[in-house]
């Protein structure tokens, strides 16, 4: 699959792109390219990654011309740029909509125009039934991805444009566990939204097959979503507490735009919902019956009453928690 393609990422020097180029230039491609408006982060991956088979193109996904330019020659496109902290695209929705929504479209029009084999889009649990300004936009920008197809040239061999969702990757920038492990060698208070909040749990391995895994399998318009256990954060409390020396805490409550429990597939979704190859997937109703059981081989229907959600969703043992926690490096 990977073998010989040249690759663009964009927000490739994001901690996910830093992870995804690791982990594609083992798999004999041609090229990566790393596309982003960060020169500082491009000339640390330069130094850090040193293969002759990157190139490093300053960019933004809001500029369509330089998109364009950027994804010639390309075979498989990873679009995971994006504004993602939840506060600050709360304060800045004008901005956030530029790059989420209107830069998404930018992408998926270069990738037409250079008639790209694949095109995947990273999406988040934030996506489904949205509360945050965040959450919107990649909702958008799926709806964008899994709807491109009608407007391939017919005479030219469709892009594939596939969606993939997931929640927090283990150890990423801006998500809790760190901010936690900071505050207890800093001998800080910790600071807890709510002790019940639940999320589901990904590291960035798990993370990284499940795309790789998703683009293999697509034929274009699904969305895929992973198998994932979940945690709440009264768990990740006492875990740390019995690693490092215990301290105090105290609840601030929950920022605007967050939820209580994270959702992957809602009640809605689950009429269009799949199981194929272990992972799930949404399809578009309008998909004939034949049509599915011609292109995803082993299929099953999902005959789920509830979402799936990080509230009702098998959990982490205290073991498997702590395991992760540890292994993920978080902890040095």
Excluded at 166 to 180: A, C, L, Q, T
Aim: net charge neutral.
């Amino acid at each position: 699959m990977f073998k010989d393609k040249t690759i663009l990422i964009t927000g490739g020097t994001g901690s996910l792109g830093v992870a995804l180029t690791k982990r594609l230039l083992s798999l004999d491609v041609k090229q990566i390219r790393i596309f982003s408006r960060n020169e500082f982060k491009q000339i640390s991956m330069e130094s850090e990654i040193q293969d002759n088979r990157l190139r490093f193109l300053i960019g933004d996904v809001r500029d369509q011309k330089r998109l364009k330019r950027a994804i010639e020659d390309v075979d498989i496109v990873f679009h995971a740029a994006a504004m993602k902290h939840v506060p600050k695209v709360e304060y800045n929705p004008f901005e956030a909509i530029k790059t989420n929504v209107e830069g998404s479209q930018n992408v998926i029009e270069a990738c037409l125009e250079n008639n790209v084999e694949r095109a995947i889009c990273i999406g988040t649990d934030k996506a489904v039934s949205p509360l945050n300004t965040y959450g919107a936009t990649k909702l958008l920008m799926e709806k964008l991805f899994v709807n491109a197809k009608q407007y391939s040239n017919p005479k030219k061999h469709p892009t594939k444009f596939i969606a993939v969702r997931y929640g927090n990757v283990f150890g990423s920038s801006g998500s809790v566990i760190p901010k936690f492990i900071r505050q207890l060698k800093n001998k800080e208070k910790l600071t807890i939204t709510d002790g019940k909040m639940t999320r589901f749990s990904i590291t960035m391995d798990q993370a990284l097959d499940f795309i790789l895994k998703a683009t293999e399998l697509g034929n274009g318009t699904e969305i895929f979503i992973p198998k994932l256990k979940s945690y709440d954060l009264n768990q990740v409390k006492n875990i740390l507490f019995d690693i490092f020396e215990k301290t105090d805490s105290k609840i601030i409550g929950i920022r605007p735009g967050e939820k209580l429990h994270e959702t992957l597939i809602n009640i809605d979704e689950m009429r269009s919902a799949w199981l194929h190859d272990d992972v799930y997937m949404i399809l578009k109703d309008e998909l004939s019956n034949n049509y599915i059981q011609e292109t995803y081989p082993s299929i099953s229907k999902l005959d789920i009453s509830n979402s799936y959600s990080s509230d009702n969703s098998e959990k982490l043992s205290d073991d498997e928690l702590k395991k992760t926690i540890l292994d993920s490096n978080m902890i040095n």
